[in-house]
Each structure stands twice: as structure tokens, then as C-alpha cells.
């Protein structure tokens, strides 16, 4: 099998998870690393060997990639993944699609040559749990779905908004921690309990709006294309990290996915399924699976199918988060208007 040559764009934290895959998978080699900082380039050619240039297009003339991983902060994930497919290079990115809706149909609404892919880094579908888990709602046992619920409860500090100013910045982040943490419950979420056609939330910053622009709190009520509802929680405010919940009522068992996978069947079965454990150079809290996609990725490259988690797939989990901004600010404008000078109290 040739070697496959990779690059990465943007050396911050999440590429050291994708450089530990690259240099985990045989057949793959890294050849260059693309950042604007020239600091950053310094710093990632050490940490790499590999050369580090300013732009894509001189990654892609120097280095002749295969594969670009755009690991950029979120407002700048969809330039440089147009750049590398108009040269004909395949592209891994993280998540989310975009920070903006509009941003991401750019990438949708472009015309990618035949056989280049875009896969978008929403590795949680590979966990145990969430593999187990969509096995056994594909085979029928588990029975029809009757609602679900999903938390994300976990903490940050002021510092980590300090220390890249973009994460506190709308318009650099898009959004707070539904875009930043919990998009990969979300992403579950619909996939596992199907598309959403109705969304109704709030979002706040209870605890970090003296050192942010974005939501720290998020409480929403998904409705699913059957008419299947989906309570969500997540926020940033805890004093740790706790586990994510995904917990669905099916005609069968009650399925808790919570650090693994538990199914307690209504005849009185019990059935556990444990997370993989791995240690990475990265945080833990971004699971051990971005190598079981990168792993993916790179398998099914030369197949002629886009690959599974396209950009169309990625956007789901936006539009859903970005709904859930747009209901929060309904609602607050309406509330402004009840209680507006003049106004009837209820």
C-alpha cells in the first residue's frame, strides 16, 4: 500500500490528538504542518520535524499532501478546507462544520472534484457505547423509541477563556459550550434518536459573562422527526468533569450511556458494555476514538463513496445548537416585550 502523506493546518491543542493518530497508523507520515503564527510554525516543527509553512497552497506545492487535517479555531475551519480540495487534497476536519451557517454552505454549495473527501471529526460515533448502542436500535431489539435525555455537566475556569480569546467570542467561536463541548452529544443525539424538526431552549451565562460573550448553561427540548422528544442539559459551572449522559426509554430496555453502555432489558436482563480506555497526550475528556476515525478515514480514502460523516452529515448538529440560540433569543425578546413599560402583567 503507498504511504499516505498528511498535513496538518493549525497547531493548536486538538492537533496533538491528530498527530498522535497520524503517527499511530502505518502507511501514514506527516510532511508538513500550516499555521499564520510563525511561532506556532517554530513550535510545531519541533514538536513534529516536519516542515511548517504559512499557507496551504505552500503546504500543497511543497509538500504534496494527501490528506489535510484542519484543526483551526472555528471560524476559520472552512477556508483553508476549500483551499486544500480545490487542489484535489482530502481533508479531515474538527468540528463544528463552521462557526456560522452561512460560513458552513460555503462548503456545502462548493464543487469538490470528483473523489476528494471531507470527513468531519465527530469521533464519539466510534466509541463502544455509541457502536453498541446504534447496533442494537438498527436490529429492532430495543423496541421504538419513547424520549430520551442527554446532560453534559462539566466545568471550565475563566482562564480558559483568557487564554484564547476566540473561545469567549461569538463571532470567532460561534457560540459557547453547546459548539465548543457538548456538539458531540448533540451529534449523538440526532443520530441516534433521528433528525430534529423542532427546537425550544434557552441559553445563559450564569457563570462566566464578565470574561465572555457566549452561553456557560443550556436547557432545551428537542422534538425528533417521529414526534420523539429529547430532553438536553449541559453546562460549565460544575466544580469537575462529569461523565455525559445520553439515556433513552425504548419499548424494551432503558438504555443508559454513561462511561459505557448499560441495558437493562425489561425481562429483568442486564447488559454492560465498557468504554475503551487509551492514553493520549491530549485531554481526556476528548475520549479515545480520534483515532478509530482518522483510522477510517485513511482506509476508505480511495474508496469511491464520500465518507460517512460528510459535511452535510456535520451540519446537523449546527443547525440544531444555532436553533437553540435563535429560541433563547425569542424568548428573551418576548419577555423584554411583556415586561416592556406599558405592558399587561400576567
Known amino acids: 500500500m503507498a504511504v499516505k502523506r498528511a498535513a496538518i493546518v493549525g497547531w493548536g491543542d486538538v492537533a496533538t490528538i491528530h498527530h498522535e493518530a497520524i503517527k499511530a497508523i502505518e502507511g501514514v507520515e506527516l510532511v508538513g504542518v500550516v499555521d499564520t503564527d510563525p511561532a506556532r510554525r517554530a513550535v510545531a516543527t519541533q514538536a513534529t520535524g516536519a516542515p511548517a509553512f504559512a499557507t496551504v497552497a505552500e503546504l500543497v506545492e511543497a509538500a504534496s499532501p494527501d490528506v489535510v487535517h484542519v484543526a483551526t479555531p472555528h471560524d476559520q475551519h472552512i477556508t483553508p478546507t476549500l483551499e486544500a480540495v480545490a487542489l484535489g487534497v482530502h481533508v479531515i476536519q474538527e468540528k463544528p462544520l463552521a462557526a456560522h451557517l452561512d460560513d458552513a454552505q460555503r462548503l456545502l454549495d462548493a464543487d469538490i472534484p470528483a473523489g476528494v473527501k471531507v470527513g468531519v471529526c465527530f469521533q464519539n460515533r466510534y466509541n463502544v457505547s455509541s ?204 419577555a423584554a416585550a411583556h415586561t416592556a413599560p406599558g405592558a399587561p402583567i400576567a
Open 131 to 334: 457502536v453498541e448502542l446504534r447496533r442494537l436500535l438498527d436490529s429492532g431489539e430495543l423496541g421504538a423509541i419513547r424520549g430520551a435525555y442527554a446532560s453534559v455537566v462539566w466545568t471550565r475556569s475563566a482562564e480558559y477563556y483568557r487564554a484564547k480569546p476566540w473561545r469567549a467570542s461569538q463571532e470567532q467561536s460561534g457560540g459557547g459550550l453547546l459548539i465548543n463541548q457538548a456538539i458531540h452529544t448533540l451529534d449523538l443525539v440526532q443520530w441516534l434518536v433521528g433528525d430534529v424538526t423542532d427546537v425550544h431552549g434557552r441559553v445563559a451565562s450564569h457563570k462566566f459573562a464578565e470574561v465572555t460573550e457566549i452561553e456557560d448553561t443550556a436547557e432545551v427540548l428537542f422534538t425528533h422527526a417521529d414526534g420523539v422528544q429529547t430532553t438536553f442539559y449541559a453546562t460549565l459551572t460544575a466544580p469537575q468533569n462529569r461523565p455525559v449522559e445520553l439515556e433513552l426509554d425504548c419499548e424494551n430496555a432503558y438504555v443508559t450511556l454513561r462511561d459505557g453502555l448499560t441495558v437493562a432489558w425489561k425481562d429483568g436482563r442486564v447488559e454492560r458494555f465498557e468504554e475503551r480506555r487509551a492514553a493520549s497526550g491530549g485531554r481526556a475528556y476528548w475520549g479515545v476514538s480520534h483515532e478509530l476515525l482518522i483510522r477510517d478515514f485513511y482506509a476508505k480514502v480511495d474508496d469511491p463513496e464520500p465518507f460517512w460523516i460528510s459535511p452535510a452529515e456535520a451540519l446537523k448538529s449546527l443547525q440544531m445548537l444555532k436553533a437553540t440560540y435563535a429560541s433563547s433569543e425569542a424568548d428573551a425578546a418576548a
